[in-house]
């Protein structure tokens, strides 16, 4: 089968990459000039860690990342942890996104990939899907698959309407510097006053990220480094996390990333006749649960599962859109639930309750 992917980014690759192991000639469109990765680092739980093992690259992925073993803060350095999990249910790899891309991109392989080429829009027809690539020459393909993030073209024509929308006020900060005296187990995750979250974790041997968010987040003045302090003042009381403000007050401000969340809203479907959404494209969420990576390669997997079991392109496009459609009702609810937590301890037993259903609940792929 002929697929054309629009996004070289995480879950686009990750898609092409176990396409391939079921027949799929891939071809992924990636806008950019060369593959890259914007962020710093991104949570990769074990559902995530199980599909990198089936495409290749599970031991280099692990050998590459920093075990995070999650326990939760007031703004006083109190931690806390829900009653009744398990460690297992707190821990997850914390992953350089540079890395991660590029050793998916040669598990995809580099000649699949072109660069400087953005989906415009497509034409579907009963034989073909025509790609439509912005100054460009047209692709013909079986299936077109939009990887293409929150703001996704495949997205704008498949499901007109479908816009993503302001997070209410929510803006995060986060940054990888050189690891210096913090502590070496981190301060993952700080819940402290004005709907501020954050704290800092090692991404990869002598990197740490620090991150900081706020909800509500209001008029955003000065500097993104004075805007970025400003905030994780809410999460340090009485010598707490004096580690975290001498971090973002040393941090350039050229490599501090600051973005406006944006979620897309629940789309009423996720496919067409040759044409499938995957990742943020088809629902991207608040990054506050740190699971959004992780559910885009599950995307992945479910859709090569159902191309390996189903006869037909239509069938196991349905079997893909039912299947993540029923586990994302669930997922948006339980992000909701973390989203209002009032304190640690409460944020603490939501967070442990969501990830004990994503891990035991994991799709058989």
């Not at 004005?194 to 991150?211: C, D, H, I, L, N």
Request: glycine share 10%.
């Amino acid at each position: 089968m002929r697929t054309v992917i629009a996004g070289g980014g995480l879950v686009g690759l990750t898609t092409a990459a176990s396409l391939r192991l079921v027949g799929h000639d891939v071809t992924v469109l990636e806008q950019a000039p060369r593959v890259r990765a914007a962020g710093a680092g991104i949570g990769m739980w074990p559902n995530a860690i199980r599909e990198f093992d089936r495409i290749g690259i599970g031991a280099d992925v692990r050998a590459m990342s920093e075990q995070v073993d999650a326990w939760f803060y007031d703004s006083a350095g109190h931690a806390q942890r829900a009653a009744g999990h398990a460690d297992s249910d707190h821990r997850f790899l914390l992953v350089p996104r540079p890395a991660l891309n590029s050793l998916l991109a040669d598990a995809v392989g580099r000649d699949r990939i072109v660069t400087d080429a953005r989906v415009a829009g497509y034409t579907e027809l009963d034989s073909k899907v025509v790609v439509h690539v912005q100054d460009g020459d047209d692709i013909d393909a079986d299936l077109l698959i939009g990887a293409d993030g929150v703001h996704s073209r495949v997205r704008a024509q498949l499901v007109p309407g479908s816009e993503a929308v302001p997070d209410a006020g929510h803006v995060a900060w986060r940054a990888v510097v050189p690891s210096g005296r913090e502590r070496p187990e981190g301060s993952v995750l700080t819940i402290g006053e004005e709907r501020t979250r954050g704290g800092y974790a090692r991404v990869s041997p002598g990197q740490t990220m620090w991150m900081v968010n706020q909800f509500a987040a209001g008029p955003l003045t000065g500097t993104k480094r004075e805007r970025a302090l400003a905030r994780a003042r809410h999460l340090a009381r009485d010598g707490w996390h004096d580690d975290l403000l001498e971090m973002i007050a040393a941090t350039d401000e050229g490599v501090i990333l600051e973005n406006e969340i944006l979620i897309v809203p629940t789309l009423a479907h996720w496919t067409g006749r040759r044409v499938a959404l995957i990742g943020d494209a088809a629902h991207g969420l608040s990054p506050h649960i740190s699971a959004g990576g992780t559910l885009g390669v599950e995307d992945a997997g479910v859709l090569r599962a159902a191309f390996a079991a189903e006869p037909g392109l239509a069938a196991a496009l349905t079997a893909y859109e039912t299947e993540r459609k029923e586990r994302f009702a669930k997922v948006r609810a339980y992000s909701a639930a973390v989203e209002q937590a009032a304190d640690a301890a409460e944020f603490a037993m939501r967070y442990a309750d969501f990830s004990h259903w994503m891990l035991t609940t994991a799709p058989a792929t």
